[in-house]
């Protein structure tokens, strides 16, 4: 049973970046499968950021697009979501999550909470 | 791209069977068999329960079927039950060549 984690910090200033990894267990990122980043507001709604493939292969929300990275490091199997100039707006629960399209999005994490402080 | 079209809430009594639906457009919901459905409880992280408009991971129960017509998505829920009160939510690939994936807004089933 394949197990994800977030991990990063809690808080972050508002125009910096956050940075937050996805550590994943019992399960090689390299074997396959898309790996993800979808976020969500209190109270709100589910948002998809972007997703990575094994081989660096990388999709971006096109709203997010201009201020998102996501890379992969299959040495530590994980994979990483930096979001630069970050504002309140960005204030969410961040989950990693593994699958896409088609089969959908089948393991998550426990999800993150990030608040951006002015 | 827009966010799908969910109704903000639902409701039925145990035993009951109640759908869900999820409207997009042609060129999300309804140019493509991707459709996935997401139950969230409060404070967990969402769970797949049904892929490609109609399939079930292992371990969901038949309980939870996925359909589609034109446009709209629907999750229908068979023989309510208590512990099936939670927020819904739909998503669908939205092509053009892009791994692009858009969420519904949430539907939350009360189960009375």
């Known amino acids: 049973q394949v197990q994800l984690q977030e991990s990063g910090p809690g808080l972050v200033k508002s125009s910096e970046t956050l940075s937050l990894t996805c550590a994943v267990s019992?399960?090689?990122?390299?074997?396959?499968?898309?790996w993800g980043w979808i976020r969500q507001p209190p109270g709100k709604g589910l948002e998809w950021i972007g997703s990575i493939y094994h081989s660096g292969s990388t999709y971006y929300n096109p709203s997010l697009k201009s201020r998102v990275t996501i890379s992969v490091d299959t040495s530590k199997n994980q994979f990483s979501l930096k979001l630069s100039s970050v504002t309140a707006a960005d204030r969410s629960v961040y989950y990693c999550?593994?699958?896409?399209?088609?089969?959908?999005?089948?393991?998550w994490g426990q999800g993150t909470l990030v608040t951006v402080s002015s | 791209q827009s966010a799908l079209t969910q109704p903000r809430s639902v409701s039925g009594s145990p035993g009951q069977s109640v759908t869900i639906s999820c409207t997009g457009t042609s060129s999300d919901v309804g140019g493509y068999n991707y459709v996935s459905w997401y139950q969230q409880h409060p404070g967990k992280a969402p769970k797949l329960m049904t892929y490609?408009?109609?399939k079930r991971p292992s371990g969901v129960p038949d309980r939870f079927s996925g359909s589609k017509s034109g446009n709209t998505a629907s999750l229908t829920i068979s023989g309510l039950q208590a512990e099936d009160e939670a927020d819904y939510y739909c998503c669908s690939y939205v092509g053009s060549d892009t791994f692009a994936v858009v969420f519904g807004g949430g539907t939350k089933l009360t189960v009375l």
């Open positions: 490609e408009v109609s």
């Open positions: 999550a593994r699958g896409g399209y088609r089969y959908g999005f089948d393991s």
């Open positions: 019992d399960y090689s990122i390299s074997s396959d499968y898309y």
